[in-house]
């Protein structure tokens, strides 16, 4: 006896009200969802693997889809070189007077600073390795501001891996697939960065909001902040070395200090992915092997030693005592 | 008459086709475009067939294309899982209850509806934001986005049309 012909045969539930049932499954659904995502990538393993799945199937085809817009954006380019060779011509002249003046300063503070280096014997970081690679999606709504890019865990990429653009720091990795990863860019609203201001040395977090200027959170400095303070990675935390640049601080239309990017000028489609994890990376490796050190363990109490003799000490002519 | 014209409208039609039309269109505008330092708008081409599904007829399958679309929408832009369902749901839901309203409604009367359902969905993604990441997004990237979307009205408008007389039962 099939359904229809039992008692309940002719109830009909109006359909309006089937309609509202599966809207609230829908939206319970949803907010099960919402509530269980995690994708910040501070927490290892925080990026879920189903997004991974989904950002390896989507980036052959952002791909595909991006070759039309990079070669208009490379004829574009052509066009507009061509057309304004000549002003560009007088614009680089002008920045290369001013670098020649700055590439001057740079060789005297640079040879100052090899030589308070070897007076003080302190070694450098080493270079960091970086891997190149191409944007194929690129969210910038006001929830979400993220790049999906074409490189992964096979070319070393990890989360928390720092992402620069030309100029400056762009975000950093929170998702790896093994030939994608997905960057939280620093306007995104859950973007939380520890800046420093490099001429107070003031500490700050730089905190996302999706528009175009992150705001400077949490602000500490003795000096108060100037337009166009540079902004540079703190290090604080570990995530990010210390000294990536950022941008300049400015003040916001709604009073806050906000920073312009540095990368904001920059072509979107390229960034750097700088393979850093620890700062242990930033230290030679000698300095880290376990050294003989006498040992603090001991089985047995031993009697307590006599103080060392004082070595015999004479009277300088100046009256001094010296050893 | 009724069963002919119920025979005319095919779910599959009528759900699939936009869902496909609106993951491609999110697809293409989330390609890395830039012109003289300015990126295109990202419009929500989703909040379309959201306000349309509601307003052509109650169905028991829209709630879940939407569920789909919106999570498609998450994946393809990084955002958190949930929050565009929630957010095209959020518009879904009022137009679907006040349909029979809106239907008398004119060409330019009925874009003023679509608006306000575009507000409803944008208002609940700048609520579940804010309380996910502790700050509030900012208004000027919200205020972007609400007028690229409010903008693709004519789509929803002939989706509409496409599909009111399909199925007289819910004229």
């Known amino acids: 006896m099939s359904l229809r012909d039992g008692p309940l045969g002719d109830v009909r539930p109006p359909i309006l009200w089937l309609a509202g049932v599966a809207l609230a499954l829908a939206a319970v659904a949803a907010l099960a969802l919402f509530l269980g995502d995690r994708r910040e990538g501070a927490r290892p393993r925080a990026y879920a693997a189903s997004r991974n799945a989904a950002d390896t199937a989507i980036a052959p085809v952002g791909d595909v889809l991006a070759a039309p817009v990079r070669w208009i954006d490379g004829a574009a380019q052509t066009v507009g070189d061509y057309f304004f060779a000549a002003s560009e011509n007088a614009g680089l002249k002008r920045r290369l007077a001013a670098a020649l003046t700055w590439r001057d300063k740079a060789l005297a503070l640079g040879e100052e600073n090899a030589r308070l280096k070897a007076l003080m014997g302190v070694t450098t970081d080493p270079p960091l390795p970086v891997v190149f690679a191409r944007a194929v999606i690129d969210a910038r709504g006001p929830f979400s501001n993220t790049r999906l890019i074409d490189a992964g865990s096979s070319r070393g990429i990890a989360e928390g891996n720092p992402a620069l653009g030309e100029h400056g720091l762009i975000g950093r990795v929170v998702g790896v697939a093994p030939n994608v990863s997905r960057v939280l860019l620093l306007t995104d609203v859950e973007s939380r960065t520890p ?15 999706g528009g175009p200027t992150p705001q400077l959170a949490w602000l500490r400095t003795h000096d108060p902040l100037r337009d166009g303070d540079r902004v540079l990675t703190s290090g604080d935390g570990g995530v990010l070395p210390r000294g990536l640049p950022v ?77 | 008459m009724t069963s002919t014209t119920a025979g005319r409208f095919n779910p599959i039609l009528w759900l699939g086709a936009p869902m496909a039309l609106c993951a491609a269109a999110s697809l293409i505008f989330a390609l890395p475009m830039q012109g003289f330092g300015l990126r295109p708008p990202e419009p929500v081409f989703a909040l379309v067939p959201a306000f349309a599904w509601g307003m052509t007829r109650p169905s028991i399958l829209p709630p879940f294309a939407l569920l789909i679309l919106g999570l498609f929408l998450d994946l393809l832009w990084g955002g958190p899982a949930g929050l565009w369902p929630l957010a095209l749901l959020a518009a879904y839901a009022p137009v679907l209850y006040a349909r029979v309203f809106l239907s008398a409604q004119g060409f330019w009367g ?55 007389d399909a199925d007289t039962r819910f004229r």
């Not at chain 1, 800046?195 to 909001?209: K, P």
């Not at chain 1, 089985?299 to 307590?304: G, K, L, Q, R, Y």
């Not at chain 2, 679509?114 to 919200?142: Q, R």
């Open chain 1, 195 to 209: 800046v420093l201001i490099a001429r107070t040395n003031g500490r700050a977090i730089l905190t996302g909001d």
């Open chain 2, 110 to 164: 009925l874009w003023a509806w679509y608006a306000a359902a575009c507000a409803a969905a944008l208002a609940t993604g700048f609520v579940f934001t804010s309380l996910k990441a502790g700050v509030p997004p900012g208004l000027i990237g919200v205020g972007w986005q609400f007028v690229a979307t409010v903008a693709l009205f004519p789509f929803a408008n002939r989706l509409i049309e496409r599909y009111e």
């Open chain 1, 247 to 323: 941008g300049a601080a400015v003040k916001g239309d709604d009073g806050t200090w906000r920073v312009a990017l540095d990368s904001d000028g920059s072509p979107i489609d390229f960034v750097q992915i700088l393979l850093f994890k620890t700062f242990a990376q930033l230290t030679p490796p000698g300095a880290l092997q376990p050294r003989d050190l006498p040992s603090t363990a001991t089985e047995a109490p031993v009697a307590p030693t006599q103080p060392a003799p004082t070595p015999p000490t004479a009277k300088s002519p100046g009256g001094r005592l010296t050893p």
